[in-house]
């Protein structure tokens, strides 16, 4: 029986301190200490011994119990030790790799004006309103002195959504001065982007949805010299301190007098190309003094109060600042021109 012990010690021990993972460790405990484990059955022997040799017997198998047990718990460290070990090196984190770097896209250009002229007209005071592109034929031109009969609302040149011709998409960012005038306190130093829809043809300067950016001031004793004043300032900031601006006369129904704003071509400075068409200048907007008639029709006391407004063509502007040929390429949203920018 002393053998018997000896020999489960050191097959067990062994064993045991091989065992390549807890699973394994726990099934080698079941086996040699368990209840019906191979010490158990030579301790069942124990009954044959004669009284004398019992004892030193006990004493043995206790031996060889607590020697298993602590292999066991050895055993069980060192697992413990190498599976953390190999944990941390399965998780090692390089910090001095390079970070991921994701596309994250950027602003598009005509977006990039828009957010400068925005920046310039906040600073001086004005807000930025909005107004529905769906619009009634009201706001978009009667209210706007353009009276039924008046050739801008021909079927020919406005998307409308009606048959009776009271429903429409806005042909120009115009009909937001007539919200707000209607609906502001005053006074009311606005401007107001948005898209405008006509029935145009694609082609290199044209297309059916384009964008403008609305501006009005309504104020007592607001002239025109506030009007040229605030143009110019804008247009330098936009295009640089040495640009060449003039005023022309023009004719829109809802501004009286009214005039269109020409910089000076940047590509000849002003003698005539094929950019300005040979002329020298570039218009970019139409402006004028508020019609009283319009004011009026917003319950504005025209004894009292004045104004100014224009309207601008967002991509025509972007076109010249980055030196655009095509207007279709705004929209086409072709990321080998949006890179460019
Ligand atoms: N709405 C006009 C257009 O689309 C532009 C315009 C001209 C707007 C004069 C104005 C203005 O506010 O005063 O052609």
């Not at 829109?252 to 000076?264: A, G, L, N, R, Y």
């Not at 319950?299 to 279709?328: C, H, P, Q």
Request: net charge negative; hydrophobic share 35%.
């Amino acid at each position: 029986m002393k053998k018997m012990l000896q020999e489960l010690r050191e097959v067990s021990v062994n064993a045991i301190l091989q065992a390549q993972d807890a699973e394994a460790l726990e099934s080698l405990r079941v086996k040699y200490l368990g209840k019906k484990g191979e010490l158990t059955k030579i301790l069942k022997q124990m009954g044959k011994l004669s009284a004398e040799e019992r004892p030193a017997m006990g004493q043995l198998a206790n031996q060889v119990r607590a020697e298993l047990e602590e292999a066991i718990d050895t055993r069980r460290k060192a697992l413990s030790d190498l599976m953390m070990e190999r944990r941390l090196k399965a998780e090692t984190l390089d910090v001095t790799m390079p970070g991921e770097h994701n596309e994250i896209g950027h602003k598009h250009p005509m977006y990039v004006v828009l957010d400068e002229i925005k920046e310039i007209f906040i600073g001086m005071g004005f807000e930025i309103l909005e107004g529905p592109e769906i619009e009634k034929a009201d706001y978009n031109f009667t209210k706007l002195n353009t009276d039924e009969g008046h050739p801008a609302r021909e079927w020919s040149d406005t998307f409308y959504l009606t048959e009776d011709s009271s429903i429409l998409l806005r042909t120009q960012t115009s009909p937001i001065q007539v919200r707000a005038m209607e609906t502001k306190p005053l006074p009311i130093r606005m401007v107001a982007p948005g898209r405008v829809y006509r029935k145009d043809e694609v082609d290199a300067t044209h297309s059916p949805m384009f964008h403008q950016i609305e501006g009005m001031v309504i104020d007592k004793g607001v002239t025109m010299a506030d009007l040229k004043g605030t143009l110019n300032t804008v247009v330098k900031k936009l295009y640089g301190e040495d640009t060449v601006t003039r005023f022309r006369p023009h004719h829109f129904p809802f501004t009286e007098p009214s005039c269109e704003m020409d910089v000076q071509c940047h590509k000849c400075g002003g003698k005539g190309c094929p950019t300005c068409k040979g002329e020298g200048w570039i218009e970019i907007l139409g402006a004028g003094m508020v019609h009283p008639k319009v004011l009026e029709g917003c319950g504005i006391d025209t004894n009292v109060y004045s104004g100014w407004a224009f309207g601008m063509g967002l991509e025509r502007l972007a076109m010249r600042r980055f030196k655009i040929s095509d207007l279709r390429l705004i929209f086409e949203n072709d990321v080998r021109f949006l890179q460019q920018f």
